[in-house]
Every structure is written in structure tokens, then in C-alpha cells.
């Protein structure tokens, strides 16, 4: 098993930036992705950013290229989401998944996820 805690999300205004961490726990060595996913209200859960678990390849949505920046800490087990220009189109929770295998946007092949954080953006 894989524990997975979201932390650093908030209330910020429309430019400003967030950094979201994701540490995780237990069997890591069982983990090949790191992925960071989105869900506004009403709307289905978004592909944000994944990584691999060694940070030697990531993969971004078009919506994060330019803003976002995904990035993992070996010595902490911890991923992170810098997140820059924000607008208020970006308010959503934001989650944190492993997967076993390397894989990109698909949340079906996520095997752990995270409580997931708020990120609420004000225009």
C-alpha cells in the first residue's frame, strides 16, 4: 500500500503562485508515476502533471505547459505542483495519485490517491 497527503493549497489571488506537495508513504518503491490531477465542481477530474518516479521524464496538460511545473524530491518522497500565473479558472481540489506503471492522463490507471487540497483562485 501507498499513503499519499496533499498540503499547500489556499486562497489566492489571480497571478499569484501556489507550490502543492505531495508526500508519500509506505511501498514507494512500488511506484513508476507521480500524477497530479484537478476537479472544479460539476466538472469531471482533470489531468494536470505527472512525473515518473525517478523525475527523469514528466508529462504535462496543455493547461499546465508554461505555468505549472512538476517536480520530486527523492530524499523526501515528496512531489510537487509549482503553480505560477494562476487564474481563477485553475480553482479546483487538487489531487495526487501514484501509479505503478508509467502512465499520463488517464485517472483510471492510478493506483493510490490522495485526500486531495483546495486551490480556490480569486479574479
Known amino acids: 500500500q501507498v499513503q499519499l497527503v496533499e498540503s499547500g493549497g489556499g486562497l489566492v489571488q489571480a497571478g499569484g503562485s501556489l507550490r502543492l506537495s505531495c508526500a508519500a508513504s509506505?511501498?514507494?518503491?512500488?511506484?513508476?508515476?507521480m500524477g497530479w490531477f484537478r476537479q472544479a465542481p460539476g466538472k469531471e477530474r482533470e489531468f494536470v502533471s505527472s512525473?515518473?518516479?525517478?523525475?527523469?521524464?514528466?508529462y504535462g496538460a496543455d493547461s499546465a505547459k508554461g505555468r505549472f511545473t512538476i517536480s520530486r524530491d527523492n530524499a523526501k518522497n515528496t512531489v510537487y505542483l509549482q503553480m505560477d500565473s494562476l487564474k481563477a479558472e485553475d480553482t479546483a481540489v487538487y489531487f495526487c495519485?501514484?501509479?505503478?506503471?508509467?502512465?499520463?492522463?488517464?485517472?483510471?490507471?492510478?493506483?493510490?490517491w490522495g485526500q486531495g487540497t483546495q486551490v480556490t483562485v480569486s479574479s
Open positions: 495519485a501514484a501509479s505503478l506503471t508509467w502512465v499520463h492522463g488517464n485517472p483510471n490507471r492510478y493506483d493510490y
Open positions: 512525473i515518473s518516479w525517478s523525475g527523469a521524464r514528466t
Open positions: 509506505g511501498r514507494t518503491y512500488t511506484i513508476d508515476t
